[in-house]
């Protein structure tokens, strides 16, 4: 009978799905890779879909803003209660629950019928993708050793660049063909396929160390996070008639500044706290976490004008405005796994050192927009962004992650990613806003440039009323009316395109900003010490 076990338990070992089989990681990886493709596809299908959807609901970008900024916010306050959930309920179970939250989102965002609703329902699609990212990440962390977990996070990353790539073709298809409704359907299938795989394939695990839920501090960052979003999204919003010193947007901010100091207090004093900010103390941790803060802002609060800009003023379709994103996650796809490899062998901050270099260079490139650019000025930008951030990823998070002890993994990488997305909120909030505010400007000082008695003016508009009058048909009034407003609306564009360079050169600036920390990175231990702090 002893014989019979030990065979069964042989043949148990020699299945994939076993633990100990060597290729059992591998389709974890795969498994969480699904995952992490949903949560990326979502935010960059809907960047394409944007103005349709304005469109649709008849609504301008200080509230359209609202479908990125409530996704990005609500997932950043998730985040950090994904290490508690995770090790409480367990991995698998916490990973096929999110996937299943993600799709039920997923399917009620197709159902809106409203800009209100939307947004609601992006909640629930951002609760899901919470949990999702830093789950997923800490369970490829986990089933890796230290030696491999560079590579192993590299082609984790595929499935982000995957996502770059076809999130905007496959959006601009749907929206072209059928409705911008089909962006939010085309996640179910996926999701489905997700959760079954997470069922065959991964085997649960449980931490030891168990702890007692933070109320206290999830309430209280909440509170900061979503009243400080408000009054940066807020703050020259059309309704808002009282600009920045209005009585809301003040209230807001009193109201964010009473919840982030309950909240430190809470977490330095209470036994389990959500976000353990003690892991900050270790120096790549906490250094890593600040470039991650940075670049979020600036990359994720540029990420949505540059559909915004291909659609309303090169007249591009969705699908065209995808297309361009294409080469963006195959090239960061590639370059992710030869990161990957690189940190392992080489120091890390010099890859990632040159991704922010090339990345801020990028956006400065985009400053230099207009409404007769060339197909080859809008791609090249593009093509540096997506070798940029393959290339800078897989080593931040592998310094990042070099000194944590195994049994704080989900909690660091919740930080690790509630940083970043934390980042990617107030960066969608303040360049829509900056945006709003620039449009303004650059409408008011256009708008005085145009004289109206000049003779170039008059030889404009008499030129135009003539065209209007053969074209359309008319008296000489009505035809000289439609000349004046085509000038307008040219102006209204020129505005526009002046406003979307603006962004772009102030995200350059901030991405640029990520250089500084780098240089104060510490080079990874070796590969002995590695294993023995992962023991730990």
């Given amino acids: 009978m002893s014989l019979a076990m030990d065979a069964g338990s042989v043949r148990a070992q020699m299945s994939v799905l076993h633990r100990n089989h060597p290729f059992y990681k591998w389709l974890v990886l795969g498994n969480v890779m699904i995952g992490t493709f949903m949560a990326v596809l979502d935010s960059t299908i809907v960047n394409v879909g944007l103005p349709k959807i304005m469109a649709t609901f008849g609504v301008t970008i200080d509230?359209?803003?609202w479908v990125m900024t409530a996704y990005l916010l609500v997932l950043a306050v998730m985040l950090p209660t994904s290490g508690w959930v995770a090790d409480h309920f367990g991995y698998k179970r916490t990973y096929g629950f999110a996937l299943f939250l993600f799709t039920l989102g997923s399917f009620l965002c197709g159902t809106a019928w409203s800009e209100n609703t939307l947004i609601v329902f992006r909640?629930?699609?951002?609760?899901g993708a919470g949990f999702l990212m830093p789950v997923g990440m800490a369970i490829v962390t986990r089933e890796f050793p230290p030696e491999r977990r560079g590579i192993a996070?590299?082609?984790w990353s595929i499935a982000s660049a995957a996502s770059v790539s076809f999130g905007p073709l496959i959006g601009g298809y749907l929206i072209d063909n059928f409705s911008w409704h089909e962006i939010f359907f085309v996640n179910i299938p996926v999701g489905i396929v997700g959760v079954l795989a997470t069922m065959v394939i991964q085997r649960e695990y449980k931490t030891e160390h168990t702890r007692g839920f933070d109320f206290i501090g999830f309430a209280s960052v909440s509170v900061f996070l979503t009243f400080l979003l408000l009054a940066l999204a807020d703050g020259n919003a059309s309704w808002n008639t009282g600009g920045w010193t209005s009585a809301f947007i003040l209230g807001c901010f009193a109201l964010s500044l009473i919840g982030l100091v309950v909240f430190l207090f809470a977490e330095f004093n209470v036994k389990h706290p959500l976000i353990e900010l003690k892991l900050l103390k270790d120096f790549n941790f906490g250094i890593t976490n600040i470039v991650l803060f940075i670049f979020g802002l600036g990359m994720f609060g540029s990420t949505f004008l540059m559909p915004l800009?291909?659609?309303?003023?090169?007249?591009?379709?969705?699908?065209?405005?995808?297309?361009?994103?294409?080469p963006v996650g195959i090239l960061q796809g590639v370059m992710a796994p030869v990161a990957g490899?690189?940190?392992?062998r080489v120091d890390a901050r010099i890859p990632a050192a040159v991704g922010i270099i090339l990345l801020g260079i990028s956006m400065y490139l985009n400053y230099f927009l207009s409404l007769f650019s060339m197909h080859s000025q809008i791609m090249l930008p593009l093509y540096l962004r997506g070798f940029a951030m393959g290339l800078m990823f897989t080593p931040l998070s592998t310094l990042a992650l070099t000194n944590v002890p195994r049994h704080k993994m989900a909690q660091a990488s919740g930080l690790f990613n509630v940083i970043r997305q934390v980042g990617g909120?107030?960066?969608v909030a303040l360049f829509g806003t900056l945006l709003t505010r620039r449009i303004i400007f650059h409408t008011a000082s256009y708008g005085v440039a145009v004289d109206e008695h000049s003779a170039a003016f008059q030889k404009v508009i008499r030129?135009?009323?003539h065209f209007s009058q053969h074209a359309l048909g008319g008296s000489v009034e009505?035809?000289?009316?439609?000349g004046r407003a085509l000038v307008i609306a040219h102006v209204m564009k020129q505005a526009f395109v002046s406003a979307v360079n603006d962004d772009f050169l102030i995200a350059g600036g901030i991405t640029i900003l990520c250089l500084v920390p780098i240089f104060f990175l510490r080079r990874k231990r070796s590969h002995a010490g590695a294993r023995a702090v992962a023991m730990d």
């Fill in 478 to 482: 009505h035809s000289t009316l439609r």
């Fill in 153 to 155: 996070l590299g082609f």
């Fill in 123 to 127: 909640i629930i699609q951002g609760a």
């Fill in 309 to 326: 800009y291909l659609q309303n003023s090169l007249n591009y379709t969705p699908f065209q405005a995808g297309l361009v994103f294409l």
């Fill in 425 to 427: 909120s107030f960066g």
């Fill in 463 to 465: 030129g135009l009323a």
């Fill in 341 to 344: 490899i690189l940190s392992d």
């Fill in 63 to 65: 509230k359209i803003e």
